[in-house]
């Protein structure tokens, strides 16, 4: 039982109702965990006295909840993993690229209600530097609205749009770094020792040389080493990522005591779920790669409790593209367990979901998610297929040699097959990061020119433009029916392809990522009656997918999830179920003929007591000829229990 389901346990059996004694309750619920998170990152002996600071502070910002997100937080506290419903459709969308602003978001709501969308998150909208910002990931302040976006007013009447159509809100809390803009670097860049404690600056470079020995590079194209020497205060300073993003010092317990404060006003707003950025790299140790040690996951969960008691509505995710066994501690482990990120990006299924595109077979994706650890039951995931960022070849060596594959040459293959390195592969995405000295790199590109969409539409050629958008629906149903929160990234709806224009700005062309931030195209949108084109096509089956999903409670993450080995190597087919009458299964063809599995098993299991069931992609009832399945390339099938 995690914290969030013992305060509700608790003051059920107290009858405690008033808000402000619920957060009592909270505090005294969350204590000594907090306490102990607390003091082993800042010792007793040195920390007593910022222990009092943060007991003292912790009443001070829940005075600053506005009464209406209080009232929400005490009917979520009371719904419990309200995050896991089936009735959750996600989309992450730029607002200058959407509909211009923020007014021009509000005037789409009617758009995101027409495909089924309610959970919307907004890319960073802060102010930040001028030229470079790694897209406002380099953040001048945590609340003020840049004003290119409009004003906080607008985002205030945006938030409370959203509530009143039922549409959750998420917001990046930028809490590894800030930029080299923000008052705090400013400061420091002055000499102010109270600051320059605030970041890790040193004055020549002993400590970094030590550090950069194991530290391995994010951006080492455009930011090669994670230190940039700031003449104004003659030091250098850690920037894992950019020059220009500078890393917190959370060794000093100030920062987190700063930081929790503009993550309550920023909550504050009207944000119903915090995207924790780059939680990884949060804590520093000099040996090690300073990723995923375990003081960041108790400055998380210390995060997460303070959190917990003064905004209980709002909940964390994790965004922690890393291997698929740490990932999942994100989710916390031993007494965090389910006490750190409610929710965590699936990185692994996503990289897996193109590998499979790619070698057309599912073997690796059956072995990786077979071997990782079930979630707390808690915990969901943020299921995509594509974001703002590049696609990462993050598998686990092991599993990919025992596929009989080499390791580096696979990624090789994967990155020849994405980036238009051989000629037969229909899939046009751009290398990100490639580092010829070993080899590695990652992809950029929008889905739908990676599914081959851009080269099919270039070459006029029916059946890949088929296969295309066979593809893209394939890859959009199984993150509505994996279990968890299906996020689709905004233009990936109407099949956008991929957009060049970055290259001539030079704020954005060192960085491949524009490549798949494109505008929205409303000129499509329009035409989306025309069922014949291809965008309607992708529009509609997603649209459709969403409905049967929100119709159908067994697709609620409640750890229900089932993979089946099917017996064909192209396949995929997973099961959702709830008890021995209901479940939906989900089966999938990844190679670009037609292949086959034998229906006894699915008899079996139960799916076939009324003769051949539907499919509810379709609505049309299947076909089995001589107890043969038959799929289409790249088709995808669900079957419901009746
Ligand atoms: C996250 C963001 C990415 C950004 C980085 C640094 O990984 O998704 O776009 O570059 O954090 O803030």
New binding site residues.
Partial sequence: MNQAALHKLVSNRLNVKTPKALFDLRLSTNLSLIQQLFFSLYPVDKHSKDFDKLLKLLPKLYALRPDELQRQDLERLEAESWYQNENIVGMQLYVENFNKDLKGLHKKISYFKDLGVNFIHIMPITTRPKGES??G??VNSYLKVDKKYGSQEDLLKLTSAFRKHGILLML?F?V??TSDEYPWAKKAKKGEQKYLDYYYTFEDRTIPDAFEKVLPE??PETSPGNFTYIPEMDRWVMTV??SY?WDLNYTNPEVFMAMLTNLVKMVNLGVDVVRF??LAFLWKKIGTISQNLPEAHNLVSLFRMCLQVVAPGTIFLA?A?VAPKDIIKYFGEGPKLGNECEVAYNASLMALLWNSIATKKTGLLYKSLTEVPAKPKECTWINYIR???DIGLGYDDSFIREMGWNPQQHRKFLLDYYCQRLDWSPAKGLLFMYNPKTGDGRITGSAASLLGLESALESGHKDLLENAISKINLLHGIILSFGGIPMIYAGDEIATLNDYSYSKDSSKSGDS?WVNRPQQDWSVVKKLGNGDLPQSKVYHTLKHLISVRKANPVLADTNNLVLHQSGNSHMLVFERTQDAKKGIIVICNFDENPQVIDSGWLMKLGYFTKGNPKDLVTDKKIDVKSGLLELQPYQMIWLKKS
């Fill in positions: 790694d897209g990931y380099a990046d930028v590894n770094h994010v951006f990522f950019n993003q950025d780059a965004e593209i974001c703002h960022d990522r």
